[in-house]
């Protein structure tokens, strides 16, 4: 008898040094086992985020703006807003500022781009008293893409 307790005894999982996950502690699994699952989510969430959009390019599409002899420009200014793809951005307002630069009506000049990110300034108002050259700023912005005011148009007068 005393030789089958000491059997039982000798054999049981406890002592049991060849197993394999019987010896990790119950707590351990458990946090590997969620540390495991809160990565995946994570993870999934990430793969569907989106990198932000930007106002990639602002192209003056017209020519530079010569006034001979201090006369008054009337004319257009014609814009291409695009983003970081290249795809036509629709909605975006361009404003045009500096040199005293005027709409018809005696205003700030803007505009709003069309579905092919076109915009067309027209009835534009520039008087230069001095011969001299300058730049007027074509200041964009839409919104998701935040604003670009790098493109410019020279005058020359």
């Known amino acids: ?3 089958i307790k000491h059997l039982i005894t000798k ?10 996950i019987e ?4 707590q351990l699994i458990i946090v590997m086992l969620i540390a495991t699952m809160g990565t995946a989510i994570i993870l999934g969430w ?9 106002i990639e390019d602002v192209e003056v599409t017209s020519n530079d703006i010569v006034l001979l002899n201090g006369s008054t420009f009337n ?11 290249g795809n ?6 361009v404003v045009l500022t500096g040199l005293g630069v005027t709409d018809k009506n005696g205003k700030t000049p803007h505009g709003t781009t069309d579905s092919k990110g076109y915009a067309n300034l027209t009835g534009l108002n520039i008087t230069m008293k001095n ?17 670009n005011n790098t493109a410019r148009v020279t005058v020359i007068g």
């Open 23 to 26: 010896g990790l502690p119950l």
């Open 46 to 54: 990430m793969g569907n985020i989106e990198g932000p959009k930007v």
């Open 1 to 3: 008898m005393r030789k």
């Open 75 to 85: 004319g257009q200014v014609a814009v291409v807003v695009t983003d970081q793809d």
């Open 88 to 93: 036509p951005i629709q909605g975006a307002t």
């Open 131 to 147: 011969s001299a050259v300058g730049f007027i700023t074509v200041n964009v912005s839409a919104s998701g893409y935040g604003e």
């Open 11 to 20: 054999n049981r999982l406890s002592n049991n040094r060849r197993g394999g």
